[in-house]
Protein backbone atom coordinates (compact mmCIF):
# COMPACT_ATOMS: atom_id res chain seq x y z
CA UNK A 1 0.00 0.00 0.00
CA UNK A 2 3.37 2.21 0.37
CA UNK A 3 2.80 2.98 -3.68
CA UNK A 4 -1.10 4.03 -3.19
CA UNK A 5 0.22 6.48 -0.59
CA UNK A 6 3.24 7.83 -2.02
CA UNK A 7 0.41 8.86 -5.05
CA UNK A 8 -2.41 9.90 -2.02
CA UNK A 9 -4.73 7.27 -3.78
CA UNK A 10 -5.03 5.75 -0.18
CA UNK A 11 -5.67 8.28 2.94
CA UNK A 12 -5.08 11.05 0.41
CA UNK A 13 -6.11 14.81 1.15
CA UNK A 14 -6.14 13.95 4.91
CA UNK A 15 -6.25 16.94 7.56
CA UNK A 16 -3.24 16.66 10.02
CA UNK A 17 -3.33 17.28 13.52
CA UNK A 18 -0.28 18.53 15.30
CA UNK A 19 -1.03 20.73 17.65
CA UNK A 20 -0.94 19.82 21.40
CA UNK A 21 -4.10 21.26 21.75
CA UNK A 22 -6.12 19.70 19.41
CA UNK A 23 -4.36 16.16 20.45
CA UNK A 24 -5.69 16.89 23.52
CA UNK A 25 -8.93 17.62 22.61
CA UNK A 26 -9.08 14.31 20.32
CA UNK A 27 -7.72 12.12 23.42
CA UNK A 28 -10.50 13.16 25.58
CA UNK A 29 -13.02 11.88 23.17
CA UNK A 30 -10.59 8.65 22.64
CA UNK A 31 -10.86 8.35 26.61
CA UNK A 32 -14.73 9.13 26.30
CA UNK A 33 -14.94 5.89 24.02
CA UNK A 34 -13.51 4.13 26.42
CA UNK A 35 -10.26 4.00 24.05
CA UNK A 36 -6.46 4.58 24.87
CA UNK A 37 -5.23 7.84 24.62
CA UNK A 38 -2.83 8.45 21.26
CA UNK A 39 0.76 8.77 22.16
CA UNK A 40 1.28 10.56 18.48
CA UNK A 41 2.55 13.94 18.19
CA UNK A 42 1.00 14.16 14.50
CA UNK A 43 -1.85 12.29 12.82
CA UNK A 44 -4.42 12.64 10.31
CA UNK A 45 -7.93 12.83 10.03
CA UNK A 46 -11.29 12.77 7.77
CA UNK A 47 -14.16 13.50 8.00
CA UNK A 48 -15.56 11.23 10.56
CA UNK A 49 -11.97 11.70 12.75
CA UNK A 50 -11.32 8.23 11.18
CA UNK A 51 -7.27 8.07 11.49
CA UNK A 52 -5.38 5.61 9.52
CA UNK A 53 -2.17 6.50 12.11
CA UNK A 54 -4.24 5.84 15.13
CA UNK A 55 -6.05 3.08 13.74
CA UNK A 56 -2.51 1.72 13.40
CA UNK A 57 -1.76 2.45 16.37
CA UNK A 58 -4.99 0.90 18.68
CA UNK A 59 -3.92 -2.12 16.12
CA UNK A 60 -8.42 -1.74 15.39
CA UNK A 61 -9.10 -0.36 12.21
CA UNK A 62 -13.17 -0.58 13.52
CA UNK A 63 -12.03 1.91 16.71
CA UNK A 64 -14.69 4.74 15.21
CA UNK A 65 -16.72 1.85 13.86
CA UNK A 66 -17.29 -1.04 16.18
CA UNK A 67 -19.72 -3.79 14.92
CA UNK A 68 -19.65 -1.70 11.68
CA UNK A 69 -22.72 0.14 12.62
CA UNK A 70 -23.64 3.45 14.86
CA UNK A 71 -20.94 5.01 13.38
CA UNK A 72 -18.79 7.28 15.84
CA UNK A 73 -17.23 10.58 14.70
CA UNK A 74 -14.92 12.85 16.26
CA UNK A 75 -14.60 16.42 15.35
CA UNK A 76 -12.01 19.06 16.00
CA UNK A 77 -12.71 21.34 13.60
CA UNK A 78 -15.34 22.76 10.38
CA UNK A 79 -12.79 22.18 8.25
CA UNK A 80 -13.31 18.21 8.49
CA UNK A 81 -16.49 18.61 6.68
CA UNK A 82 -14.71 19.42 2.83
CA UNK A 83 -12.58 15.68 4.20
CA UNK A 84 -13.34 12.72 2.46
CA UNK A 85 -14.43 9.50 4.63
CA UNK A 86 -11.89 6.27 4.04
CA UNK A 87 -12.92 4.04 6.20
CA UNK A 88 -16.72 3.07 6.69
CA UNK A 89 -19.04 0.64 6.57
CA UNK A 90 -22.06 1.99 5.13
CA UNK A 91 -21.78 3.82 1.92
CA UNK A 92 -23.80 7.29 2.40
CA UNK A 93 -22.09 8.04 5.78
CA UNK A 94 -20.17 10.55 3.90
CA UNK A 95 -23.38 11.74 3.03
CA UNK A 96 -24.82 11.71 6.60
CA UNK A 97 -21.69 13.64 7.95
CA UNK A 98 -21.97 16.20 5.38
CA UNK A 99 -25.70 16.97 5.86
CA UNK A 100 -24.90 17.09 9.48
CA UNK A 101 -22.01 19.92 9.00
CA UNK A 102 -24.31 21.90 6.89
CA UNK A 103 -27.39 21.98 9.01
CA UNK A 104 -25.47 23.06 12.11
CA UNK A 105 -22.64 24.73 10.93
CA UNK A 106 -22.82 27.68 13.59
CA UNK A 107 -22.99 25.47 16.68
CA UNK A 108 -20.08 23.38 15.32
CA UNK A 109 -17.80 26.67 14.03
CA UNK A 110 -19.09 27.91 18.12
CA UNK A 111 -18.11 24.51 19.54
CA UNK A 112 -14.40 23.81 18.33
CA UNK A 113 -13.42 27.13 19.31
CA UNK A 114 -13.34 26.02 22.75
CA UNK A 115 -14.19 21.77 22.90
CA UNK A 116 -13.97 18.85 20.55
CA UNK A 117 -17.88 17.71 19.32
CA UNK A 118 -18.00 13.57 19.38
CA UNK A 119 -20.37 11.06 19.60
CA UNK A 120 -22.25 8.30 17.64
CA UNK A 121 -24.74 8.40 14.23
CA UNK A 122 -27.69 5.87 16.00
CA UNK A 123 -29.94 4.15 14.11
CA UNK A 124 -32.74 1.17 15.24
CA UNK A 125 -29.86 -1.54 15.87
CA UNK A 126 -26.76 -2.14 17.65
CA UNK A 127 -25.44 -5.37 15.53
CA UNK A 128 -26.28 -6.61 12.61
CA UNK A 129 -27.25 -10.24 12.19
CA UNK A 130 -28.82 -10.41 9.17
CA UNK A 131 -30.59 -8.36 5.97
CA UNK A 132 -33.52 -7.80 7.47
CA UNK A 133 -31.16 -5.65 10.73
CA UNK A 134 -30.39 -3.27 7.91
CA UNK A 135 -33.91 -2.84 6.66
CA UNK A 136 -35.26 -1.83 9.91
CA UNK A 137 -33.06 1.41 9.31
CA UNK A 138 -35.24 4.05 8.71
CA UNK A 139 -33.55 7.02 10.05
CA UNK A 140 -30.32 8.09 11.69
CA UNK A 141 -29.77 10.43 14.59
CA UNK A 142 -26.64 11.89 15.99
CA UNK A 143 -25.93 11.44 19.61
CA UNK A 144 -23.55 14.49 20.19
CA UNK A 145 -21.58 15.13 22.86
CA UNK A 146 -18.47 17.56 24.07
CA UNK A 147 -15.85 16.63 26.00
CA UNK A 148 -15.85 19.98 28.61
CA UNK A 149 -19.75 19.44 28.48
CA UNK A 150 -20.48 23.12 26.55
CA UNK A 151 -23.59 21.47 25.02
CA UNK A 152 -24.55 20.34 28.26
CA UNK A 153 -24.06 24.04 29.96
CA UNK A 154 -25.24 25.81 27.01
CA UNK A 155 -28.31 23.61 27.18
CA UNK A 156 -28.73 24.31 30.98
CA UNK A 157 -28.16 28.16 30.54
CA UNK A 158 -30.82 28.60 28.11
CA UNK A 159 -33.18 26.61 30.03
CA UNK A 160 -32.61 29.50 32.66
CA UNK A 161 -32.46 32.34 30.27
CA UNK A 162 -36.02 31.08 29.13
CA UNK A 163 -37.20 30.73 33.23
CA UNK A 164 -35.89 34.63 33.87
CA UNK A 165 -38.35 35.55 30.83
CA UNK A 166 -40.85 33.82 32.04
CA UNK A 167 -40.56 34.07 35.79
CA UNK A 168 -41.98 37.80 36.92
CA UNK A 169 -39.37 37.01 40.38
CA UNK A 170 -36.68 34.91 38.22
CA UNK A 171 -34.26 37.62 38.64
CA UNK A 172 -34.59 37.79 42.48
CA UNK A 173 -32.77 34.17 42.31
CA UNK A 174 -29.00 35.10 43.23
CA UNK A 175 -28.12 31.10 43.06
CA UNK A 176 -29.89 30.80 39.47
CA UNK A 177 -27.93 34.37 38.22
CA UNK A 178 -24.76 33.60 39.75
CA UNK A 179 -24.90 29.80 37.85
CA UNK A 180 -26.12 31.49 34.84
CA UNK A 181 -22.79 33.87 34.78
CA UNK A 182 -20.54 30.81 35.71
CA UNK A 183 -22.07 28.86 32.81
CA UNK A 184 -21.73 32.06 30.17
CA UNK A 185 -18.17 31.50 31.18
CA UNK A 186 -17.66 28.85 29.49
CA UNK A 187 -20.48 29.29 26.88
CA UNK A 188 -20.53 32.53 26.17
CA UNK A 189 -23.16 34.67 25.06
CA UNK A 190 -25.59 31.79 23.83
CA UNK A 191 -28.27 34.55 21.77
CA UNK A 192 -25.00 35.37 19.83
CA UNK A 193 -23.39 31.56 19.60
CA UNK A 194 -25.30 28.96 18.53
CA UNK A 195 -23.87 26.05 20.45
CA UNK A 196 -26.90 23.67 20.38
CA UNK A 197 -26.94 21.80 17.24
CA UNK A 198 -30.19 22.57 14.85
CA UNK A 199 -30.59 19.10 13.43
CA UNK A 200 -29.67 15.71 14.82
CA UNK A 201 -32.04 13.18 12.80
CA UNK A 202 -31.78 12.43 8.70
CA UNK A 203 -33.28 9.86 6.50
CA UNK A 204 -31.04 6.60 5.78
CA UNK A 205 -31.82 6.27 2.24
CA UNK A 206 -30.23 4.05 -0.51
CA UNK A 207 -27.13 2.53 0.35
CA UNK A 208 -23.98 0.38 0.40
CA UNK A 209 -22.92 -1.66 3.55
CA UNK A 210 -20.23 -3.91 3.74
CA UNK A 211 -22.17 -6.59 5.79
CA UNK A 212 -22.42 -9.98 4.49
CA UNK A 213 -19.94 -9.81 1.65
CA UNK A 214 -21.10 -6.40 0.01
CA UNK A 215 -24.84 -5.59 0.06
CA UNK A 216 -27.04 -2.69 -1.56
CA UNK A 217 -30.74 -1.08 -0.82
CA UNK A 218 -32.38 0.94 -3.41
CA UNK A 219 -35.10 2.15 -2.03
CA UNK A 220 -38.39 3.29 -4.07
CA UNK A 221 -42.38 4.52 -3.23
CA UNK A 222 -43.72 0.88 -3.57
CA UNK A 223 -40.68 -1.57 -2.73
CA UNK A 224 -37.31 -1.61 -1.59
CA UNK A 225 -34.67 -3.94 -3.34
CA UNK A 226 -32.02 -6.29 -2.14
CA UNK A 227 -29.09 -7.25 -3.99
CA UNK A 228 -26.45 -9.40 -2.83
CA UNK A 229 -25.07 -12.60 -2.10
CA UNK A 230 -28.00 -15.21 -1.83
CA UNK A 231 -26.21 -17.15 1.10
CA UNK A 232 -27.11 -13.80 2.90
CA UNK A 233 -28.71 -14.39 6.33
CA UNK A 234 -32.16 -13.21 5.46
CA UNK A 235 -32.20 -13.14 1.90
CA UNK A 236 -35.84 -13.89 0.45
CA UNK A 237 -36.97 -14.39 4.01
CA UNK A 238 -39.48 -11.85 4.53
CA UNK A 239 -41.93 -9.00 3.40
CA UNK A 240 -41.92 -10.10 -0.05
CA UNK A 241 -44.96 -7.68 -1.05
CA UNK A 242 -41.86 -4.89 0.32
CA UNK A 243 -38.88 -5.95 -0.47
CA UNK A 244 -37.34 -7.68 -3.52
CA UNK A 245 -34.62 -9.65 -3.30
CA UNK A 246 -32.31 -10.19 -6.27
CA UNK A 247 -28.95 -11.75 -6.23
CA UNK A 248 -25.68 -9.97 -7.01
CA UNK A 249 -24.53 -12.96 -9.15
CA UNK A 250 -28.26 -12.46 -11.51
CA UNK A 251 -26.66 -9.97 -14.18
CA UNK A 252 -29.42 -9.87 -16.40
CA UNK A 253 -32.25 -8.90 -13.10
CA UNK A 254 -29.68 -6.38 -11.84
CA UNK A 255 -29.66 -4.48 -15.04
CA UNK A 256 -33.22 -5.17 -15.67
CA UNK A 257 -33.92 -3.99 -12.35
CA UNK A 258 -31.49 -0.76 -12.71
CA UNK A 259 -32.93 -0.18 -16.12
CA UNK A 260 -36.93 -0.12 -15.26
CA UNK A 261 -36.20 2.00 -12.39
CA UNK A 262 -34.74 5.20 -14.23
CA UNK A 263 -31.29 4.60 -12.50
CA UNK A 264 -29.38 3.87 -16.16
CA UNK A 265 -27.81 6.22 -18.85
CA UNK A 266 -29.03 3.70 -21.64
CA UNK A 267 -26.35 3.11 -24.54
CA UNK A 268 -27.07 6.43 -26.21
CA UNK A 269 -25.12 8.57 -28.90
CA UNK A 270 -25.97 11.34 -27.05
CA UNK A 271 -23.34 10.70 -23.92
CA UNK A 272 -21.61 7.58 -25.47
CA UNK A 273 -19.98 9.45 -28.36
CA UNK A 274 -18.65 12.70 -26.39
CA UNK A 275 -17.78 10.81 -23.10
CA UNK A 276 -15.54 8.07 -24.99
CA UNK A 277 -16.40 5.68 -22.98
CA UNK A 278 -16.33 3.16 -24.87
CA UNK A 279 -13.16 3.91 -25.79
CA UNK A 280 -12.25 3.56 -21.84
CA UNK A 281 -13.68 0.81 -21.25
CA UNK A 282 -12.10 -1.13 -24.34
CA UNK A 283 -8.85 0.09 -23.04
CA UNK A 284 -9.40 -1.41 -19.70
CA UNK A 285 -10.96 -4.62 -20.78
CA UNK A 286 -7.42 -5.39 -23.48
CA UNK A 287 -4.65 -3.65 -20.49
CA UNK A 288 -6.48 -6.80 -18.54
CA UNK A 289 -6.09 -9.82 -20.74
CA UNK A 290 -2.39 -8.57 -21.93
CA UNK A 291 -1.63 -8.70 -18.01
CA UNK A 292 -3.02 -11.96 -17.81
CA UNK A 293 -1.20 -13.04 -20.91
CA UNK A 294 2.34 -11.38 -19.78
CA UNK A 295 1.92 -10.66 -15.81
CA UNK A 296 5.30 -9.41 -15.75
CA UNK A 297 4.99 -6.91 -18.52
CA UNK A 298 6.27 -3.22 -17.40
CA UNK A 299 3.54 -1.04 -18.85
CA UNK A 300 5.37 1.93 -19.05
CA UNK A 301 7.13 1.06 -22.31
CA UNK A 302 3.43 0.35 -23.81
CA UNK A 303 1.57 3.10 -26.35
CA UNK A 304 -1.07 2.97 -29.01
CA UNK A 305 0.99 0.97 -31.55
CA UNK A 306 2.59 -1.44 -29.34
CA UNK A 307 -1.00 -2.16 -28.36
CA UNK A 308 -2.41 -2.09 -31.85
CA UNK A 309 0.60 -4.61 -32.68
CA UNK A 310 -0.24 -6.50 -29.63
CA UNK A 311 -4.17 -6.99 -30.25
CA UNK A 312 -3.28 -8.19 -34.28
CA UNK A 313 -1.14 -10.57 -32.93
CA UNK A 314 -3.30 -11.76 -30.13
CA UNK A 315 -6.80 -12.14 -31.95
CA UNK A 316 -7.89 -15.59 -30.82
CA UNK A 317 -7.41 -14.51 -27.10
CA UNK A 318 -9.21 -11.25 -27.81
CA UNK A 319 -12.11 -13.21 -29.38
CA UNK A 320 -12.13 -15.81 -26.76
CA UNK A 321 -12.57 -13.28 -24.25
CA UNK A 322 -15.35 -11.15 -26.57
CA UNK A 323 -15.38 -7.76 -24.47
CA UNK A 324 -12.82 -5.57 -26.73
CA UNK A 325 -14.76 -7.05 -30.12
CA UNK A 326 -18.55 -6.54 -28.32
CA UNK A 327 -17.43 -2.61 -27.71
CA UNK A 328 -16.10 -1.92 -31.10
CA UNK A 329 -19.44 -3.79 -32.40
CA UNK A 330 -21.36 -1.39 -30.14
CA UNK A 331 -19.47 1.55 -31.48
CA UNK A 332 -20.17 1.04 -34.84
CA UNK A 333 -23.97 0.70 -34.09
CA UNK A 334 -23.98 3.64 -31.81
CA UNK A 335 -22.62 5.54 -35.08
CA UNK A 336 -24.95 4.03 -37.50
CA UNK A 337 -28.42 4.40 -35.76
CA UNK A 338 -27.70 6.26 -32.16
CA UNK A 339 -28.51 3.38 -29.68
CA UNK A 340 -28.57 0.12 -28.64
CA UNK A 341 -31.09 -2.10 -27.01
CA UNK A 342 -30.13 -3.37 -23.72
CA UNK A 343 -32.24 -6.14 -23.82
CA UNK A 344 -30.62 -7.38 -27.57
CA UNK A 345 -26.96 -7.54 -25.13
CA UNK A 346 -26.30 -10.47 -23.63
CA UNK A 347 -26.35 -9.86 -19.91
CA UNK A 348 -22.61 -10.25 -18.79
CA UNK A 349 -21.67 -7.24 -21.29
CA UNK A 350 -24.49 -5.18 -20.67
CA UNK A 351 -22.45 -3.24 -17.69
CA UNK A 352 -20.22 -2.31 -20.31
CA UNK A 353 -22.13 0.13 -21.86
CA UNK A 354 -24.28 1.80 -19.31
CA UNK A 355 -23.47 4.20 -16.63
CA UNK A 356 -25.65 5.69 -13.67
CA UNK A 357 -28.30 8.78 -14.35
CA UNK A 358 -26.37 11.30 -13.83
CA UNK A 359 -29.25 13.56 -12.09
CA UNK A 360 -30.76 10.42 -10.32
CA UNK A 361 -30.10 10.90 -6.29
CA UNK A 362 -28.73 7.13 -6.51
CA UNK A 363 -26.28 7.78 -9.47
CA UNK A 364 -23.10 7.41 -7.21
CA UNK A 365 -24.68 3.79 -5.82
CA UNK A 366 -25.50 2.80 -8.96
CA UNK A 367 -22.19 3.28 -10.58
CA UNK A 368 -20.80 1.21 -7.87
CA UNK A 369 -22.69 -1.76 -8.38
CA UNK A 370 -21.90 -1.34 -12.11
CA UNK A 371 -18.75 -1.61 -11.40
CA UNK A 372 -19.18 -4.47 -9.26
CA UNK A 373 -19.42 -6.05 -12.81
CA UNK A 374 -16.44 -4.65 -14.93
CA UNK A 375 -14.07 -5.61 -12.11
CA UNK A 376 -11.57 -5.26 -15.11
CA UNK A 377 -12.16 -1.39 -15.38
CA UNK A 378 -9.80 -0.29 -12.58
CA UNK A 379 -10.64 3.11 -12.43
CA UNK A 380 -14.13 3.33 -12.37
CA UNK A 381 -13.94 0.47 -9.89
CA UNK A 382 -11.27 2.99 -7.78
CA UNK A 383 -13.54 6.25 -7.98
CA UNK A 384 -17.07 4.17 -6.82
CA UNK A 385 -15.85 1.38 -4.71
CA UNK A 386 -12.17 2.02 -3.55
CA UNK A 387 -13.17 -1.08 -0.79
CA UNK A 388 -13.33 -3.47 -3.87
CA UNK A 389 -10.10 -1.60 -5.76
CA UNK A 390 -7.95 -1.69 -2.40
CA UNK A 391 -8.84 -5.87 -1.67
CA UNK A 392 -8.23 -6.25 -5.52
CA UNK A 393 -5.21 -4.36 -5.54
CA UNK A 394 -3.20 -6.70 -2.28
CA UNK A 395 -3.49 -9.31 -5.49
CA UNK A 396 -2.17 -7.28 -7.37
CA UNK A 397 1.75 -8.01 -9.48
CA UNK A 398 4.26 -5.07 -8.79
CA UNK A 399 4.13 -4.46 -12.37
CA UNK A 400 0.74 -4.53 -12.81
CA UNK A 401 0.24 -2.01 -9.44
CA UNK A 402 2.96 0.56 -11.24
CA UNK A 403 0.66 0.43 -14.28
CA UNK A 404 -2.65 1.15 -12.00
CA UNK A 405 -1.15 3.62 -10.27
CA UNK A 406 0.34 5.63 -13.15
CA UNK A 407 -2.87 5.11 -15.05
CA UNK A 408 -5.21 6.59 -12.18
CA UNK A 409 -2.97 9.57 -11.34
CA UNK A 410 -2.52 10.63 -15.24
CA UNK A 411 -6.34 10.35 -16.04
CA UNK A 412 -8.22 10.78 -12.79
CA UNK A 413 -6.17 12.42 -10.14
CA UNK A 414 -4.80 14.92 -13.28
CA UNK A 415 -8.52 16.39 -12.93
CA UNK A 416 -10.71 14.42 -10.76
CA UNK A 417 -13.71 16.89 -11.27
CA UNK A 418 -13.84 16.82 -15.30
CA UNK A 419 -12.81 13.06 -15.29
CA UNK A 420 -16.16 12.62 -13.37
CA UNK A 421 -18.36 15.13 -15.54
CA UNK A 422 -16.71 13.61 -19.17
CA UNK A 423 -16.96 9.93 -18.37
CA UNK A 424 -20.02 9.73 -16.24
CA UNK A 425 -21.63 12.92 -16.33
CA UNK A 426 -21.05 13.95 -12.56
CA UNK A 427 -21.00 17.27 -11.50
CA UNK A 428 -20.22 16.20 -7.53
Request: aromatic share 10%.
Amino acid sequence: MDLLRDNELIFGRLLTVDEPHLIGRYNKALQAFGLKPTKLKSFEIDRTGFSPQIADELNDPLYLDPNEVNRRFIILTPAQADLPVVHTAFSNTPQLMYEFYQRNRRAIDALTIKDVIFGEIEDSVSKVEDIEDLLSINQVEFRVLSAEDVLGKASELGKLVDRLKLEPDAWRDNAMLERMVELAKVTGDIRENALVPDQVIFRHNAFWTSHFGGLYVFVDTDMTTVISDPNAPGFRRSRPWQVSYLSIRDAERVSNFLAETGRLDLPRASWLEPSNYLEHRAEMAVKALIHRDQPKLDFSKVDRVWLQTWIHGHADLINQDGTFPFLNQVKREIAQTGRVRLDAIPPALRFQVVRAKPEHPDAWLTNRLISDFVPDDFVSRYVFNKQEFYKAYEGFSDAWRAHVVDTLKTTYLKDTAAFRSRLYGLTD
